[in-house]
């Protein structure tokens, strides 16, 4: 992960250290977010889909979804 440009974490709990080190961090079900984000990503484009998520507003399936301060790629 550390030569990674972005990473994308995915988790039902909001706490878990990974949000911390993630580019974008989504608070929701696994199975019911990737489903929509692969959706999203081949109609829009992956790198448009991440950069239309807003800080803190919602995502696929109206998960929680933001652009995190961590990025554990530095």
Same mark, same amino acid.
């Given at each position: 992960?550390?030569?990674?440009? *972005?990473?994308? %974490?995915?988790?039902?709990?909001?706490?878990?250290?990974?949000?911390? =080190?993630?580019?974008? &961090?989504?608070?929701? +079900?696994?199975?019911?977010?990737?489903?929509?984000? *692969?959706?999203? %990503?081949?109609?829009?484009?992956?790198?448009?889909?991440?950069?239309? =998520?807003?800080?803190? &507003?919602?995502?696929? +399936?109206?998960?929680?979804?933001?652009?995190?301060?961590?990025?554990?790629?530095?």
């Amino acid at each position: 992960m550390e030569h990674s440009d *972005i990473i994308v %974490a995915i988790n039902i709990d909001p706490n878990v250290r990974m949000f911390q =080190l993630a580019t974008y &961090g989504i608070v929701g +079900d696994l199975y019911q977010v990737v489903p929509e984000l *692969i959706k999203q %990503a081949k109609e829009k484009g992956l790198k448009e889909l991440l950069q239309g =998520l807003p800080a803190g &507003g919602a995502a696929p +399936d109206g998960a929680q979804a933001s652009k995190s301060g961590g990025g554990g790629h530095e």
